[in-house]
């Protein structure tokens, strides 16, 4: 299923039973987060809708990708599982060569089909509907109901929020209120490659295929718009700005348009991670705006931080099933793929392999794009259960040597790891807790070894001076 915008997507939850409406007035600040945070982890597990926002004209909605099954349906499918299938038909390159000359063309033209799709013109229009109310005149931040989620954060901020930086370049980013016309903004993936100055736009709501898609940790050459159009196969429409030379999603619920400046002097803020867990941030980008629109009819979807099992697991979770067919492709030890702890620790199960293919699995891995900021890569056998906490953990104990199999360097971190030495930069750790042959000695991780260099045997050296003279070479 395609949809246009969020209001068809949540038209689909209504009518399924997943959307809950509540009429009590409630506040922006924690009682949202609080009722939310109540509701995912009861066995009534909805998308929340608060028609009446104290203080605010504009509903707000939660908990949209809370489970699997809305998770998968904001991608237009009915199992996540069908994202790898979806994938595997164009990934899996190694099929190709027995395919035939026919078989070969006809995948050829799907591949290209599926690139002109997500592509496409990408339908621009000069002056979408979506664009119905401006403000212009003194815009001010303090009309939105920005949530404040736990009581520990110093102030209200946007949780997932899609940062335009220049001709459709998206990052997924956090937006934190400095005052009614400015704020703090930093990219969850990874630091703002801005140096002066710069137009942007963060972009709220629209269809729920690029929402996710911009939280996906891409390779830099991929935008999300790509995936998104291929997701939906049809290309995401976008738009002039009114206020600045970039183009914004046409489907957009709000588009928060200004000038971000690099950060300058360091100010401390406390923020509500993915995690579970408090971190502070001291650079924030400050974001000038310029300009506020919105659809007529807008709704505030939130997306909140919170303790796991959390929406943004599930969101993950799509992320996972898309990255393990490509992963597949590079690795053909490869069984499966899971993401946990919030983006923070892989899982990958291994056909049976000699000993170090895990080693260089969990390498490889840590040299992939985005995925050079996991915290922990664990490698089991393909017959552990990776979704499975306890049998992880029992393989780990089993066939992990604390010595041999248990990989401890310095690298790239998640932004908001609270081990980090530096932002981005920490200790990482990686295990392979598969089953090891019985012969394998005991390696410490430290071996000296006696070198044996080459030397000639004597009595060729012998031969060789003695009949030098024949050979018609220089001594």
């Known amino acids: 299923m395609v949809y246009r915008n969020l209001d068809e997507y949540l038209i689909r939850l209504e009518q399924a039973g997943e959307l809950i409406h509540i009429s009590h007035p409630v506040n922006t600040d924690l009682e949202i987060s609080a009722i939310t945070h109540r509701v995912q982890n009861s066995k009534h597990n909805r998308a929340l809708w608060f028609d009446n926002v104290i203080g605010h004209d504009f509903p707000v909605i939660t908990n949209l990708f809370g489970t699997s099954r809305r998770m998968a349906w904001a991608l237009g499918i009915d199992d996540i599982t069908a994202l790898s299938q979806k994938l595997g038909v164009l990934a899996d390159l190694r099929t190709w060569g027995n395919l035939g000359f026919g078989g070969l063309i006809a995948q050829g033209i799907q591949t290209l089909n599926a690139l002109r799709n997500a592509i496409g013109g990408n339908g621009d229009k000069a002056n979408p509907a979506v664009q119905a109310v401006q403000w212009r005149e003194s815009p001010s931040i303090a009309r939105l109901p920005i949530l404040r989620h736990w009581e520990g954060e110093s102030a209200p901020n946007i949780a997932g929020v ?19 016309n400015t704020l703090g903004v930093l990219g969850e993936w990874g630091a703002l490659a801005i140096t002066q100055p710069t137009p942007t736009a963060l972009v709220i709501g629209g269809d729920p295929a690029m929402t996710w898609s911009a939280s996906v940790p891409l390779p830099n050459d991929i935008p999300p718009h790509w995936l998104a159009g291929w997701l939906r196969n049809k290309p995401i429409s976008f738009a002039r700005a009114v206020s600045q030379p970039i183009h914004i999603p046409a489907d957009a619920e709000f588009v928060i348009e200004g000038i971000l400046t690099p950060p300058t002097e360091p100010s401390a803020h406390t923020l509500a991670g993915h995690r579970g867990i408090y971190f502070d941030e001291h650079s924030l980008a400050l974001f000038h705006i310029t300009a506020i629109t919105h659809r007529q009819d807008a709704v505030y979807p939130a997306i909140i931080p919170m303790p796991s099992p959390n929406e943004y ?44 293919y895990a080693h260089k699995v969990i390498y490889g891995v840590w040299g992939l794009g985005h995925l050079s900021f996991l915290k922990k890569v664990i490698i089991v056998d393909e017959s552990v259960n990776i979704t499975d906490n306890k049998a992880v953990s029992d393989a780990i104990e089993a066939h992990a040597d604390p010595e041999r199999d248990v990989i401890i360097v310095n690298g790239l971190l998640p932004r908001h790891h609270p081990h980090a030495l530096l932002p981005h930069f920490g200790q990482k750790i990686g295990i392979d807790a598969t089953r090891k042959p019985s012969h394998l000695p005991h390696i410490h991780t430290t071996i000296a070894v006696d070198a044996k260099h080459l030397t000639p045997a004597p009595h060729i050296e012998s031969y060789l001076s003695a009949n030098w003279k024949h050979y018609g070479l220089k001594k």
């Open 313 to 356: 697991d599930h969101m993950m979770r799509g992320a996972e099933r898309l990255f393990a067919p490509l992963l597949q492709t590079l690795f053909d030890e490869l069984c499966d793929f899971h993401l946990c702890d919030g983006g923070d620790t892989a899982i990958i199960s291994l056909k049976p392999r000699p000993y170090g």
């Open 162 to 180: 899609q940062l335009y930086l220049g001709e459709k370049c998206v990052q997924w980013a956090r937006a934190l209120v400095i005052n009614d």
